[in-house]
């Protein structure tokens, strides 16, 4: 501040500006139990920024073509990890330590351990209590960023679910019932069952799929 030559004081200019925060994108991390479960449909990752650790056993000496394939498309987001002795519950301790892990690294990690061993549940429950995000899955397609968001026509929906279920393989649900709780994980919005029965009769109407008995076989594209 000074005097300018009129006798006023002078007061400089001095500009502000706001600083815009970037929205913060968490890390998903995805841990895969091998020995429980062996997804056919890991590429459905390759499109999104996962993390991805593959348990492998002790006496696990060989993985399938499939499997490495995918592996590769991930490229350095995937990793195998071969654990060490064959102790019960020995590929759930590791598990648990590169959790423990990656979460002091990142406390703003996302997990997803992909088995169907409810033995991890009470450690899920624990890192919940601490802060931590993480989750169960019993398949790939069932975490929550690659279900399908509602679709505003029944093609859209049928051409979703279509696409789902041919990332899933050899997963897919073999019963009407097990199809129709599938159908309903991969929407945000729940459908009821009207909704449900609609769309597993278009499946077939549309030769995607063949009900026996409540018996579902497929007739996907690859």
């Known amino acids: 501040m000074r005097l300018n030559d009129g006798g006023y004081y002078h007061y400089p200019v001095v500009q502000t500006f706001r600083t815009l925060k970037e929205p913060v994108v968490s890390t998903q991390y995805v841990l895969i139990d091998f020995e429980n479960v062996q997804p056919k449909n890991l590429e459905i990752l390759a499109k999104h920024p996962f993390n991805v650790f593959v348990f492998v056993g002790a006496n696990q000496t060989k993985v399938s073509f499939d499997l ?15 654990i060490a002795g064959n102790g019960q519950n020995a590929l759930d301790f590791h598990v648990a330590y590169y959790i423990g892990v990656l979460a002091e690294k990142d406390p703003k990690g996302i997990f997803h351990i992909i088995s169907k ?106």
Not at 71 to 77: A, C, D, I, P, V
Not at 136 to 154: F, G, M, N, Q, Y
Not at 195 to 217: F, P, T, W
């Open 68 to 82: 490495a394939a995918s592996m590769q498309l991930l490229g350095s987001n995937a990793k195998y990890v071969k």
């Open 117 to 222: 061993d409810k033995g991890f549940d009470p450690l899920i429950k624990h890192l919940k209590e601490k802060g931590i995000e993480i989750r169960r899955e019993s398949d790939l397609a069932e975490i929550p960023v690659l279900r399908i968001k509602d679709s505003t026509s029944d093609d859209e929906k049928v051409a979703a679910i279509v696409r789902n279920l041919a990332a899933r393989g050899q997963s897919r649900p073999r019963k009407v019932k097990t199809l129709e709780n599938t159908i309903n994980t991969l929407f945000t919005k729940k459908l009821d069952k009207k909704d449900l029965a609609a769309l597993v009769s278009e499946l077939q109407k549309r030769n995607y799929i063949a009900v026996n008995q409540g018996n579902v076989s497929y007739k996907l594209p690859r």
